[in-house]
């Protein structure tokens, strides 16, 4: 177990990573910068983590965040990225569906673009230099990336969501829909079978 490890263990108390859906690391540091390799690897053991937290920690730069495959929501907030290197998230976090990136150095917002291989439905971007006294950003960034849902809390309507927080429901948008489908099909087809073995039934007590 390295130094950081134990940290980790310390931190959120004796656990085992693979088990752990949800880590937060908010304000734990002030100047964190960035993460270093041995902090990567040890985070990268957290295979089923869904959701990832770093706010107000200091973050300048996405190096070496951890490789997480399943991960479904990243916050950001509160921090001094200024969108250069947001292009690797989609490497890092294909499923990858919530972003938090408000609070942060966000001039360009050309630099958002680079999020649109990754098919988000919801983002946070507020408190940003290009989104203060900025009207129309909201607009604007529905046509670039096509795929969102919610910006700040808004859908494309004006209507306001409560939140953007991880939740379960959200997790299984259009699996659950489809599962209920499948398991209609399943109740139809059982219900057809019961019918003919009725029928069946009922044609043998008129033959008696």
């Keep these: 177990m390295n130094k950081f490890e134990k940290y980790l263990q310390d931190t959120f ?13 908010d304000g734990l540091w002030k100047d964190k910068e960035s993460f270093s390799e041995e902090e990567k690897k040890a985070l990268e053991k957290y295979v089923n983590l869904i959701h990832l937290s770093f706010n107000n920690i200091g973050l300048k730069s996405l190096k070496n965040l951890p490789q997480i495959k399943h991960l479904y929501y990243l916050s950001l907030n509160n921090n001094e990225l200024t969108g250069d ?9 294909p499923n990858l569906k919530k972003l938090k990136i ?10 958002l673009l680079k999020l649109k291989p990754l098919q988000l439905r919801k983002i946070e971007v507020k408190e940003n230099p290009f989104s203060v006294g900025n ?4 607009r604007k960034l529905f046509d670039m990336l096509p795929s969102l849902k919610i ?3 808004t859908d494309k309507n004006g209507d306001e969501e409560e939140t953007t927080n991880y939740n379960e429901e959200d997790e299984n948008d259009g699996e659950e829909n489809e599962f209920n489908e499948v398991e209609e099909d399943e109740d139809d087809s059982k219900s057809n079978d019961d019918n003919e073995e009725n029928g069946e039934e009922s044609d043998e007590e008129e033959e008696k």
């Design 151 to 153: 910006i700040d809390q």
């Design 13 to 25: 108390g004796k656990h085992e990573p693979r088990e752990i859906e949800e880590l937060i690391f």
């Design 85 to 93: 290197d947001l292009d690797i998230l989609k490497a890092l976090y």
């Design 135 to 138: 009207d129309k950003y909201k």
């Design 102 to 111: 408000s609070g942060n150095v966000i001039e360009n917002m050309d630099n």
